[in-house]
């Protein structure tokens, strides 16, 4: 008893717990652990549960591969809650524990500070491959990854189902209190089974939908209750998009006379746990790139508008069979976007940039396309574009050696719907540069972005590293492209450059901390409350409405408002109110937005000011369901995620089975005494509680 009370002192001490419930006397919450949860699509389900009253296992700290035996076999008290450092999270062993039926109550990975230099990704090989345009009626060779694997280091996991719950151990302290308990109760003494009670933990994850989206969703549409409880929610967010002219947003559909080259990247990304995503090279890189370019524009499109409109589109849910830019392509076909797509010119998509080797770049083109003459013209010239606007700066615009299709791109869902002259830009040939692809470790590291020692938050902001400079020239070349290919004036070129100072903001702001005076001053009032002290995280998530639209698209949204915009001199609630904008000022060609602006020197008190810009949000929810209600689709992302009441996960001791069988006889025993002792003294009251009548004439 009293090692007993020993250790479980120290692992409340561990976890701060203050212990004024019988609950918190046996239970050691652990705060910080993020859930796999279940993902549907039209055919399956992905993704981790536990049942519905939380699994319990013994903990069991896996040391190797060869240690599973004990799990799976030898060990005397299953189930196991298995602990797994970052370096056994594998597929041979995640396998191995799924196919461990009865025996595996559960995982938790515990996340490693470091990025394993093996790599790491449980994305699969070929990402995105039954939704983009190869396929068997376009040109099949191409089709599934038959010429090029991009992601070869993809180990699938992200799209296996598994029926226990696994979690991620982010917090040093939770991942310390588990190892004292696992110490001090569950490892024997030289080599014996170890004696009862054990430590164990209990995972709670339980997810609502199975089977597949269109059954989720046909539960979701038959509850008939004043509040239902919905099983599950399309995944989907909000598109950014802008202009360098305005358009008008309340007619939609075609044009008369207006030619745009979209240029495109896209917001988000994903690991094998919920909502942790942090992007940096697969999603993060471009968008900087595409920030920094169209800021880099503002000043000289506004001087010297060239004949194509440039259109800014910024992607969400590309991930998921390119929820984002599918959704805008059909919304295009059919007259409900502010443009069509005979309106498109042609289209320049930045994808993975931030891990090029020297200073070489690569141009990726459709093959298929381009056998047609006209269509091959086109992409030649932006080609020669593209290499033009890199002459005298540290990039170098390759094109690949062989012919391949297009790498995992939101311009193929255009490519889907008609030929379109485009090009991808890449730092890869071939292959991923990025050895983190969907992972949780394809953060700021990934990026090599590093600050020097003592630097302060604000100092940190301001440091111009290698990446950002790297990135200011991708942008530089990229913009200058942009309005050539519009049609711009060649000696307007020189005066288009991106800011390195600039870039290194957004870096620092998008992969390590939001919350930072340069962001606090681009954003409205309301919104400061969301900007945090880490890291964004780019996972799509499930947001319906603009007003709740996930954070980073709401970043992106007022920064390239503040890059590309006015600032115009009016009050805080004219701004607000776009109706009593001048006529000349049509709301319907701009959007207004009020942000905090800079605090004065020895003061608290900002001076906020009103930005005027062409910047939107549109809908990035897959056609599949609001517009078609097709669950099944074959040409829509289909992606769904499922609803849980609470995600909990705590340590606590365990007794014996045998011990609890006793307890449990011993409880039952007492019961039944009770009802028989109660049934003995109820039938037997009269006798039990009577008393002796007092005689009526009795006197005192």
């Not at 094109?399 to 830009?425: D, E, Y």
């Not at 309301?526 to 709740?548: A, D, R, W």
Request: charged letters at 15%; proline letters at 5%.
């Amino acid at each position: 008893m009293y090692r007993s009370y020993v250790v479980v002192t120290a692992l409340f001490s561990l976890a701060g717990v203050s212990c004024n419930s019988v609950e918190q006397k046996i239970y050691v919450e652990l705060n910080n652990m993020v859930p796999c949860v279940r993902l549907l699509n039209a055919t399956h389900q992905i993704g981790c549960q536990s049942s519905i009253s939380g699994d319990v296992g013994v903990i069991h700290v896996l040391e190797s591969e060869a240690n599973l035996e004990w799990v799976l076999s030898t060990g005397p008290n299953p189930p196991y809650m298995v602990i797994l450092e970052s370096a056994l999270f594998t597929r041979s062993i995640m396998m191995k524990l799924k196919n461990g039926t009865g025996r595996v109550a559960g995982a938790a990975v515990v996340v490693s500070k470091t990025n394993p230099a093996e790599g790491f990704s449980p994305h699969t090989k070929c990402p995105n491959e039954n939704t983009g345009v190869y396929s068997e009626s376009y040109d099949p060779t191409m089709a599934h990854c038959n010429v090029t694997v991009w992601n070869p280091l993809g180990n699938g996991l992200s799209y296996e189902e598994f029926d226990f719950p696994i979690f991620s151990l982010n917090d040093d302290n939770d991942t310390e209190a588990i190892r004292q308990c696992y110490l001090g109760y569950n490892l024997g003494v030289n080599g014996s089974t170890p004696e009862y009670p054990l430590c164990a933990m209990q995972l709670f994850s339980h997810m609502h939908a199975v089977t597949d989206t269109a059954t989720c969703m046909r539960r979701n549409d038959i509850n008939f209750s004043i509040n239902p409880e919905m099983v599950c929610d399309p995944l989907g967010d909000y598109n950014v998009w802008g202009s360098t002219k305005p358009l008008n947003n309340t007619a939609k559909g075609h044009k008369e006379g207006e030619s745009m080259v979209i240029a495109a990247t896209r917001l988000d990304s994903r690991s094998f746990f919920w909502d942790v995503a942090p992007g940096a090279e697969s999603a993060v890189s471009g968008f900087v790139t595409l920030l920094a370019a169209a800021h880099a524009l503002h000043n000289v499109t506004q001087e010297a508008h060239p004949p194509r409109t440039i259109l800014y589109t910024f992607f969400q849910g590309e991930a998921f069979d390119y929820i984002g830019s599918s959704r805008m392509v059909y919304e295009m076909d059919h007259k409900q976007f502010a443009i069509d797509l005979d309106n498109v010119h042609s289209v320049v998509e930045i994808g993975q940039v931030g891990l090029r080797s020297s200073s070489e770049l690569w141009v990726h083109s459709d093959p298929v396309s381009r056998r047609n003459n006209s269509i091959n013209a086109e992409v030649s010239s932006l080609i020669d574009t593209l290499k033009s606007a890199a002459m005298n700066l540290n990039v170098t615009m390759s094109v690949p050696s062989f012919s391949q299709p297009l790498p995992p791109s939101s311009f193929q869902r255009f490519l889907r719907a008609r030929p379109i002259p485009g090009v991808v830009i890449a730092d890869h040939q071939s292959a991923f540069s990025n050895r983190y692809y969907e992972s949780i470790y394809d953060k700021a590291a990934n990026l090599n972005l590093t600050y020097p020692a003592n630097l302060t938050e604000d100092e940190q902001l301001e440091f111009v590293t290698e990446t950002a400079n790297a990135l200011a020239d991708l942008a530089t070349v990229v913009a200058r492209a942009l309005y050539k290919q519009a049609g711009g004036a060649d000696a307007q070129l020189i005066n288009i450059k991106a800011e390195p100072k600039i870039v290194t903001q957004m870096l620092y702001g998008f992969l390590v901390r939001s919350n930072n005076t340069w962001f606090q001053a681009l954003v409205p009032p309301e919104f400061k409350n969301f900007l945090s002290k880490l890291e964004c995280h780019y996972y799509v998530g499930v947001s319906q409405t603009p007003s709740h639209a996930r954070t980073p698209t709401r970043l992106v949204q007022y920064l390239l408002a503040n890059l590309t915009g006015t600032t115009i001199n009016i009050t805080k609630e004219n701004c607000h109110n776009s109706l009593i904008i001048k006529p000349s000022s049509l709301p319907q060609l701009y959007s207004y937005v009020w942000v905090q602006g800079v605090a004065s020197p020895n003061s608290t008190e900002r001076q906020g000011f009103c930005v005027r810009s062409s910047v939107r949000l549109s809908k990035a929810v897959s056609p599949a369901f609001d517009l078609l209600q097709e669950y099944s689709s074959k040409d829509y992302s289909t992606w769904t995620e499922s609803r849980w009441k609470f995600i909990k996960a705590r340590i606590f001791l365990v007794a014996s089975h045998d011990l609890e069988m006793l307890t449990l006889g011993v409880g039952v025993g007492i019961l039944l005494s009770s009802l028989l002792l109660t049934y003995i003294i109820s039938s037997k009251a009269d006798i039990l509680f009577s008393s002796g009548r007092e005689p009526a004439n009795a006197t005192y």
